[in-house]
């Protein structure tokens, strides 16, 4: 297939060469006629020049002139066929050159070596058998000089310097076709091997920037010299980033890479740049001219199996404690009722009873919670059409807590938006984000709707904001939104948030919340490579 390609694009190329080289010869041309023509007209040396008929030496100069014009216009236009038209301004040349040295004394003068160069342009731009004729035609042209000479003349014999200056046109025209070859080859070669440089630029540059993993070009100075799609979607960077410092765009991953030169062999840990970008792991090499090579690898796909894994033994441990816990739990409990209802009348015993049942019923919600986590340890993924999912949802979820629909907001950005993932776990995730939202949100507040929900796509990702109108989460308790155990709501046991984000990790999305948005916001975004487009 190369090689057919080679052949189709060869001869084109080929062909604008020789149009250049014969429009290089024809300026040739038009500068030899004006020289021929200005010398004479002038009276400049040397005086032969037209000296055996100068009226028509001067109509021939002239015309030699016109015609000289005629063939670079012609040449430079690329008029007519290559082939036809190179033989017709060869043999013109011969009969006007032949002329002017007729009319100038002879071959004595040595204007008959002019004929060189045009033979040797017959050689090189010619076939083999027709710069032969271009050789033979100037040969032909000499001996008729030369015995039209003799003829007129005084008699004296001038066959061998025509004879000499023949044998001088096809040596001349051999030595020229094989040069003529060699270079020709030589010219095909280059094309060929630059062709194929630009076919293996374009590849790699095709592969990297589709490549999954991101790619960064950092000189020593940490300025980003080349970065691909990829690594620009990882880091949240734009075009613009290249030729800026990596300090400035992306200061994390630059404070790893100073590291990293340090050689400090824990310098790239997974990070995560932005809390709506998923997290990253790079890899650095230096490159010979002393550029480090970054490579970004997206964690998603290995966070997603560690994920799965992790739910799996979770559920085999609660499974098996489940029974060790629950019931004691459930004998403290019952034993307390049983406390309470012999000393329902002391105040103290009452109080006291009532902790011991209020936190047994906490203790629960807990085992409850977790052994809910465990129950669907294998995650089944299916396709899931967002928009009618998500108006279903929110229909069930208002009729079950009894609230007005009119206090959530769907604003689908994307109608035609699907998903990989666990529709069961899809739907606990949502269930527990939107009854948080609805929690924490002002009820009162006649401006904005307590809870919006926005489906739409960034950055080759499908994402799902679900914002209220509260007072958002507070800079202390951001650090352990996601923690197990640790929550700021009353009764609540701190494990919605974690059990939302590892139910997203398994299914290979990103639960992440922003807070620098103006009103409380959980994003969950799904990548690329879960997306499905309808």
Known sequence: MEWFKFRITSPSSSLGVS?????????????????????????????????????????????YLLIALVWLVSSFSKWGEFSFQTQIQLISDIVFITLLVHFSGGLQTGLGTLLVVVVVTGGTLTPGRISLFIAAMAALSVLLEVSYSQFTGDGVTKYSHAGMLGATFFVTA????????????????????????????????????SMQTGVLVVDE???????????RKLLGLNHQSTGRSLADTVPALSKQLTM???HNEAAFETVQIRPD???????????????????LDNTSALAQQAQQLKLASLGRLTASIAHEIRNPLGAISHASELLAEVHNNDSASSKLTDII????????????????????????????????????????????????QHDFKLMISSSLASVNMDPEQLHQVMWNLVENAWHYSDKTSSIKPPVQVHLYHQYNEVVIDIRDNGKGVTDNMQQYLFEPFHSDRTGGTGLGLYLARELCQANGARLNYLPDQPERCFRISFPLVNQRTL
């Not at 070859?181 to 062709?195: D, N």
């Open 357 to 404: 049942q209020r936190h047994s019923a906490r203790v629960n919600g807990i085992i409850e919670t977790i052994l809910e986590m465990s129950r669907r340890k294998v995650v089944k993924p299916t396709v899931v059409a967002l928009a009618p999912w998500l108006k279903e949802f929110l229909t069930e979820f208002c009729e079950f807590k009894h609230v007005q």
């Open 277 to 295: 970008l998923p997290e990253i792991h790079a890899r650095a090499t230096v490159l010979t001219n002393g550029e480090t090579l970054i490579y």
């Open 221 to 231: 100075y940490g300025v980003v010299k080349l970065s691909n799609q990829s690594a």
């Open 174 to 209: 051999l030595l020229a076709q094989t040069l003529s070859k060699k270079m020709k080859l030589s010219q095909v070669l280059v094309e060929k091997h630059s062709q194929n440089a630009a076919k293996s630029a374009a590849l790699n540059e095709h592969i990297i920037s």
């Open 19 to 63: 149009w250049r080289e014969l429009t290089i010869f024809s300026a040739y041309r038009v500068f030899l006629a004006v020289m021929l023509f200005a010398t004479f007209y002038l009276e400049l040396p040397p005086s032969f020049l037209g000296q055996s008929n100068p009226v028509l030496y001067l109509t021939i100069s002239l015309l």
């Open 260 to 262: 990293w030169r340090n």
